[in-house]
DNA sequence: TTGGAATGTCAACAAGGCTGACATAAACTG
DNA sequence: CAGTTTATGTCAGCCTTGTTGACATTCCAA
């Protein structure tokens, strides 16, 4: 199949591999990949009025328990108006739930409830089952790659964030 | 299709690039990533009062001259009630041109004008110049791992449009 | 203690998805 | 030829999710 330009430069020398149309694909694969990275967790979201905002929010929840919403906010990259709204419905919902700050009260911290793990757990399984097939088909020298990629593409304010969820928890 | 096994592990070889905690970091870095891939391209056309949607297209009708509405919109996977709106008013800004069909003329086979290709250069030169530095920064190795799990990821069907792209123009 | 900064909420608006209904023209089919 | 299907465009209306503006509460430092 897409052996097309698996014709590798050796060892650094040839920049073959920078051309524009070598980056066109990039930018290309990068487009589908994208939906299809977001497609069955979407599935999932549309049943229940929900959309990926909110699978966004409950991800980042999930992943730091007692976040405030200006943290939330930053990682998230929304205006703090948008997130609101989001954050609003999920707590109607009973998903997630807000405590006040103990030590500044000005300051929200989120959980997740039993029904928000319940759904976040829906959710990435979904979305992780999709990434599991990917990386297995790939293989391991290929994620590695994948990362590196990745990595050297996020804006480096969202690198700071990116490593930092990356921490042993 | 002679080469199926090819993309297995290796017996023997460790799986542990297949944790959960291996997927969770490829989420998020798919995540950030994607911020950073569109966030260049985003701030030009906010200038000019477009969006991502605007931006799509105007990629696509590049990629393919002479393109059908029809297949525009399974490329990019939105209705046409949505599509027709970006397209009405990349044409009224004299961006985009539409051509009645030859053979068929029910079709209307889409070009981009002088000024259409001058912005998709400017569009294109901003994201390429990312990819540039992100694919310079990581390598030719990973970068063929990077596109083999992106290829990997897609849905099939959107695999096939891909591939489409790919061929030689 | 008082004014500014930080945090979060509510209201209103815009972009861009979506569905449904309908119109037109051209192509196809019996 | 009549009827159906296909390709496209348009109108109306809804939803999600981004935006800005206004405002309340809380903290902290001068």
Redesign the pocket.
């Known amino acids: 199949m897409a052996e097309v330009q698996s014709t590798q430069p050796r060892s650094g020398e040839s920049l073959l591999f920078l051309t524009d149309d070598q980056l066109r694909q990039g930018i290309e694969a990068m487009f589908f990949a994208y939906r299809g990275f977001t497609a069955d967790p979407d599935r999932i979201l549309q049943d229940m ?6 699978h966004r929010a409950i991800h980042f929840i999930n992943g730091a328990p007692g976040t ?3 943290n939330l ?1 930053s990682i ?1 990259g ?11 419905t999920l707590m109607a919902d009973g998903l997630v739930e ?1 405590r006040v ?1 103990r030590v ?5 911290h989120l959980f997740l409830t039993e029904a928000g793990e319940a759904l976040e757990r829906k959710l990435s399984d979904a979305q992780r089952e999709r990434m599991r097939a990917a990386y297995r088909q790939a293989g391991p020298e290929a994620v590695a790659g994948f990362k590196r990629v990745l990595e050297a593409m996020m804006d480096t304010d969202l690198q700071r964030h990116y490593q930092k969820l990356r921490e042993p928890r």
Chains 1, 2 share one sequence.
């Open positions: 009025g929900y959309g990926r905002a909110h405030t919403v200006n906010l998230l929304v205006t703090k108006q948008s997130l609101n709204r989001v954050l609003r807000s700050g500044d009260k000005r300051e929200r």
